[in-house]
T-cell receptor, first 112, second 114 residues
Framework: DAKTTQPPSMDCAEGRAANLPCNHS???????VYWYRQIHSQGPQYIIHGLKNNETNEMASLIITEDRKSSTLILPHATLRDTAVYYC?????????????FGTGTLLAVQP | NAGVTQTPKFQVLKTGQSMTLQCAQDMNHNSMYWYRQDPGMGLRLIYY???????DKGEVPNGYNVSRLNKREFSLRLESAAPSQTSVYFCASSEIGQGAETQYFGPGTRLLVL
């Protein structure tokens, strides 16, 4: 599975869009990009995933560059409850193992 | 629908003691996982079970054993606890749909080994 690089921390004002970047320059053609988040002391929570196309759901949007070497998770209107560590993960679906490899993620602090 | 549940929530052990962490899911998922998370670190996979009756080692299996009791339950056992096993333990289960696998996590068990 490809390695990802994320900034260790970011700040965002409440009500503004939070844009969290992720580099995955060694991603291969069949690897998906997943985003999870972990609010303090809780278990990780799935947010969104994508392969090539941009994706949107009720929680967030995922923008993947055309060369797929980087992506951005967008929280359109950040709230204080969005303060969490955000993990960007790339992996092959249907591979021999189903594990997720978590890095250290980005700590997003939403400021009032 | 409780999702993934874990017991106990907290546990303090002395070095050398044994204990079993319990995990259950009510989503009819085939795959289940045990992770540990040390302070300031990401999660690391200990063991996983792709289906009932099968288990496989993850990144950090040493010092642990697992049992997939049935489709719902996946337990993690520490036979002789060590201070290095002080951590937060998360259980997860997963479903596959629309070309992706989504993992759902429990609330965690906080373990302190003295």
């Amino acid at each position: 599975d490809a390695k990802t690089t994320q900034p260790p921390s970011m700040d965002c004002a409440e009500g503004r869009a939070a844009n969290l970047p992720c580099n995955h320059s060694t991603i291969s053609g069949n690897e998906y990009v997943y985003w999870y988040r972990q609010i303090h002391s809780q278990g990780p929570q799935y947010i969104i995933h994508g392969l090539k196309n941009n994706e949107t759901n009720e929680m967030a949007s995922l923008i993947i560059t055309e060369d797929r070497k980087s992506s951005t998770l967008i929280l359109p209107h950040a709230t204080l409850r969005d303060t969490a560590v955000y993990y960007c993960i790339v992996r092959v679906d249907g591979g021999a193992t189903n594990k997720l490899i978590f890095g250290t993620g980005t700590l997003l602090a939403v400021q009032p | 629908n409780a999702g993934v549940t874990q017991t106990p929530k907290f546990q303090v052990l002395k070095t050398g003691q044994s204990m079993t962490l319990q995990c259950a899911q009510d989503m009819n998922h085939n795959s289940m996982y045990w992770y540990r998370q040390d302070p300031g670190m990401g999660l690391r996979l200990i063991y996983y079970s792709a289906s009932e009756g099968t288990t496989d080692k993850g990144e950090v299996p040493n010092g642990y054993n697992v049992s997939r009791l049935n489709k719902r339950e996946f337990s993690l056992r520490l036979e002789s606890a060590a201070p290095s096993q002080t951590s937060v333990y998360f259980c997860a289960s997963s479903e596959i749909g629309q070309g992706a696998e989504t993992q759902y996590f429990g609330p965690g068990t906080r373990l302190l080994v003295l």
